[in-house]
C-alpha cells in the first residue's frame, strides 16, 4: 500500500497541476452519507467541505471499516472510529482556516490545509467498494 502511495504522490506531482478549490465552510451537524460509484458528483466535494470545516464526525462518514492514517508522521492501521479520533485531536491541536484539493475527479487528491497557523500537505486515497466510495487512507503532513 505505501508503495502504491508513493508511486501515485509522485505521478500526481510529476503531471500539470489541477485547479484548486478552497471550500471554506460552516460545520455540518449531520454527514454527508457517501455518493454512489456511478453518481456525477464530484466526490472531493463533501470531503474537501470537511476538512474545511475540521468535522472529524461528518469526515469519519467517509472513511473505510479499516483504513491507513499518518498524521504528522505517525502511521497506523485504524478502524473507522479510531481514525475518527486520530483527525479530531488533530483538528482540535490545529483549527482549519481553508482546504484546497487538486485532482478533484480522480480517486485521490492532494491538497493543502491551512490550519492552526501551519501549511499541511493533505493526501486522500478512495476505494469504491459496493458502488460507494471510501477513504481508504488519509495522511496529513507538514510542508
Do not use: H
Request: proline share 4%; with cysteine.
Amino acid at each position: 500500500m505505501k508503495r502504491l502511495a508513493i508511486v501515485l504522490l509522485t505521478l500526481a506531482l510529476a503531471g500539470p497541476v489541477a485547479l484548486a478549490q478552497n471550500f471554506i465552510l460552516q460545520k455540518t451537524s449531520q454527514p454527508t452519507p457517501a455518493p454512489a460509484a456511478e453518481g456525477g458528483d464530484d466526490v472531493f466535494v463533501p470531503i474537501s467541505k470537511y476538512i474545511a470545516a475540521g468535522n472529524a464526525e461528518a469526515l469519519s462518514a467517509w472513511f473505510a471499516d479499516n483504513l491507513e492514517i499518518a498524521v504528522l508522521a505517525k502511521e497506523s492501521d485504524a478502524s473507522r472510529a479510531q481514525a475518527r479520533q486520530i483527525v479530531k485531536t488533530f483538528f482540535d491541536n490545529f483549527t482549519p482556516r481553508s482546504f484546497k484539493a487538486g485532482r478533484a475527479n480522480m480517486k485521490y487528491a492532494l491538497g493543502t490545509l491551512k490550519a492552526g497557523g501551519e501549511t499541511f500537505n493533505v493526501t486522500i486515497f478512495l476505494s469504491c467498494k459496493e458502488d460507494r466510495y471510501r477513504i481508504q487512507q488519509l495522511k496529513i503532513e507538514r510542508l
